[in-house]
């Protein structure tokens, strides 16, 4: 009834129960990269994960981003809008918030339907 | 299967998926009003778009609200609790962070039934 | 078609929809706890709210946490460590964020399948 994915001992990366995939907050695995980069192993994370569900990212519900310095917002947009796919962009929130780890400058939290 | 609105080349205003409906993060269009103003713009952009999807306030599953400063939070919830339906109030989770654009004083981010 | 549970005037506690308990942000009752007892409280808390749905904390689909001084992310995650059920962690967000009252240290807003 649920399939969750990565199951560790505090959480797992992803759940899937009828039809919608839940996704854990994802966040760069190479701290030290700038937004650009943190972003795109981000979406590099969410792109994976949603695949091993049989999805994929035209068919995102919302994207909730947390971003640690608004100061970045522009900077991670450009990323962000060269990954979704044109006709099918998802509906997002942005709001600024300090991260788990110091280094990490932006967390995602994707819903999607497979 | 996915039914999108207001598709722009960063987001979409919402998104409809197998009877559920989940939207942006709605902002005031107009940021110079005070609380109480954008609170009211925020909530009939809710009204509009779940009027679109054949939904309304009284099918919200989930109100996530984000308050830019939490001295807001009583005007607020004044103007809140005169739009919500008696017997039909949501579940909501109020937490206090800087947005995208300093004037918005507050953005939430909804999920209802069709 | 949508149930809710413990409904006022602001806000309801859970709502049931369509297989899927949407539950609001759980606080602690007693704010003057540490962080690990205000974990323990909002976590039986939401263990109260799934049983009431038929769900239990092995279905939650996502964990979205809000603490409110990063210092005390260690210390919440011995006492999430201890409730979460082996091969059942469901997927998480932590983020940082001022609550609606200043004694509260931790907010954590539940979806779960029923």
New interface residues.
């Given amino acids: 009834?649920?399939q969750?994915f990565d199951?560790?001992?505090?959480?797992?990366?992803?759940?899937v129960?009828?039809?919608?995939v839940?996704?854990?907050?994802q966040v760069a695995g190479d701290g030290s990269a700038d937004i650009s980069g943190q972003t795109r192993q981000v979406l590099d994370a969410i792109d994976s994960l949603l695949a091993r569900a049989g999805s994929d990212k035209t068919?995102?519900?919302?994207?909730?981003i947390?971003i640690a310095d608004?100061a970045d917002?522009a900077a991670m947009?450009v990323v962000?809008?060269n990954w979704?796919v044109?006709?099918?962009?998802?509906?997002?929130?942005?709001?600024?918030?300090?991260?788990?780890r110091p280094e990490w400058k932006i967390?995602i939290?994707v819903?999607a339907?497979v």
Avoid: C, D
């Avoid at 068919?59 to 909730?64: E, G, H, S, T, V």
């Fill in positions: 009834m649920i969750r199951v560790g001992v505090r959480m797992s990366e992803m759940a129960h009828n039809g919608v839940y996704l854990a907050g068919k995102i519900l919302r994207a909730q947390f608004l917002f947009n962000w809008e979704v044109a006709g099918h962009t998802p509906p997002r929130a942005t709001v600024q918030a300090a991260l788990a967390e939290v819903t339907a």
